[in-house]
């Protein structure tokens, strides 16, 4: 079982940057799918992107794409989300997740959450 934690979230103005981290712990995330999704209130969660156990294939929501930049570094049991020229609307809680399946855009393909972090983007 590995377990997540995520940080790096806060306050930025529009057009900043903020970069989001995933430390797992309890087993190594090599044999892992990482992602991230993130969740406004009222909504469902939204997939954001996702990078492959050996980094070498990642793939992001249109929403994201050319901003936002998944990876991960297996040796040190972490994965990241560097987000670049934010937006307000990207305003929300972003989970990470991990998945042993194939790859998937869908929440209910992944067994392994963090508790959330929140980023707010000020206009």
């Known amino acids: 079982q590995v377990q997540l934690v995520e940080s790096g979230g806060g306050l930025v103005q529009a057009g900043g940057s903020l970069r989001l981290s995933c430390a797992a712990s309890?087993?190594?995330?090599?044999?892992?799918?990482m992602s991230w999704f993130r969740q406004a209130p009222g909504l469902e969660r939204e997939f954001v992107a996702t990078i492959s156990r050996t980094g070498g294939s990642t793939y992001y929501a249109d929403s994201v794409k050319g901003r936002f930049t998944i990876s991960r570094d297996n040796a040190v049991n972490t994965a990241y989300l560097q987000m670049n020229s934010l937006k307000p609307e990207d305003t929300t809680v972003y989970y990470c997740?991990?998945?042993?399946?194939?790859?998937?855009?869908?929440?209910?393909?992944?067994?392994?959450w963090g508790q959330g972090t929140q980023v707010t983007v000020s206009s």
């Open positions: 997740a991990a998945s042993d399946r194939a790859m998937s855009t869908m929440d209910r393909d992944y067994d392994h």
């Open positions: 309890g087993r190594t995330i090599s044999f892992y799918r």
